[in-house]
T-cell receptor
Framework: AQTVTQSQPEMSVQEAETVTLSCTYD???????LFWYKQPPSRQMILVIR??????QNATENRFSVNFQKAAKSFSLKISDSQLGDTAMYFC????????????????FGGGTRLMVKP | NAGVTQTPKFQVLKTGQSMTLQCAQD?????MSWYRQDPGMGLRLIHY???????DQGEVPNGYNVSRSTTEDFPLRLLSAAPSQTSVYFC???????????????FGNGTRLTVT
């Protein structure tokens, strides 16, 4: 079974500064995907960024980037130039790479990190 | 607008009552699933379906039933509600796995359920 751990229940950052959210996971799989989801107060789940384990290059989406360390099973999210709209819960998630017809996107989530961006 | 629609947004039940949470998607996604969100525990998978007529259990299936008679709809049934089922419920859908590009999940906006 896979587990995902987010060790920072709450964090805060000043607007325009950079913040890094931590995530570690445990798996015996070699091929998998990792995700960061954002959940603002509206409760909507929004995909921020994803990383395929077989890719060594870290994923980047505008102000969001990851530091993927496969050997250490670590997947941190860096938010640059933080904006007030980044205030939200952030969830790290894992799924195995599946190749059969009964495959799906069964995600295992971490407990979340609540991020507050202060003006 | 295309997406995943969940109803109702809020619901209060008494212990022992039954209800159905509705989920519909109009993206022709094969895969649909239900998660529950509890504080400090993230989202946990309840049940999922990889196509019409096919369902399977996730991590926390006890107390919930599902069916998938059409591609579009995937209702979640609570037959006898318990206070431990107080939670926020999310429905999600995606295309089936198609090679290296794993299709991301699309989430509904959630249903907040309180069982007293």
């Amino acid at each position: 079974a896979q587990t995902v751990t987010q060790s920072q229940p709450e964090m805060s950052v000043q607007e325009a500064e950079t913040v890094t959210l931590s995530c570690t996971y445990d798996t015996s799989e070699n091929n998998y995907y990792l995700f960061w989801y954002k959940q603002p107060p509206s409760r909507q789940m929004i995909l921020v960024i994803r990383q395929e384990a077989y890719k060594q290059q870290n994923a980047t989406e505008n102000r969001f980037s990851v530091n993927f360390q496969k050997a250490a099973k670590s997947f941190s999210l860096k938010i640059s130039d933080s904006q007030l709209g980044d205030t939200a819960m952030y969830f790290c998630a894992f799924t195995r790479l599946r190749r059969n017809n009964n495959a799906g996107n069964m995600l295992t989530f971490g407990g979340g990190t609540r991020l507050m961006v202060k003006p | 607008n295309a997406g995943v629609t969940q109803t109702p947004k809020f619901q209060v039940l008494k212990t022992g009552q039954s209800m159905t949470l509705q989920c519909a998607q109009d993206m022709n996604h094969e895969y649909m699933s239900w998660y529950r969100q509890d504080p400090g525990m993230g989202l946990r998978l309840i049940h999922y379906s990889v196509g019409a007529g096919i369902t399977d259990q996730g991590e926390v299936p006890n107390g919930y039933n599902v069916s998938r008679s059409t591609t579009e709809d995937f209702p979640l049934r609570l037959l006898s509600a318990a206070p431990s089922q107080t939670s926020v419920y999310f429905c999600a859908s995606s295309y089936q796995f198609r090679g290296a590009d794993n299709s991301p999940l699309h989430f509904g906006n959630g249903t907040r359920l309180t069982v007293t």
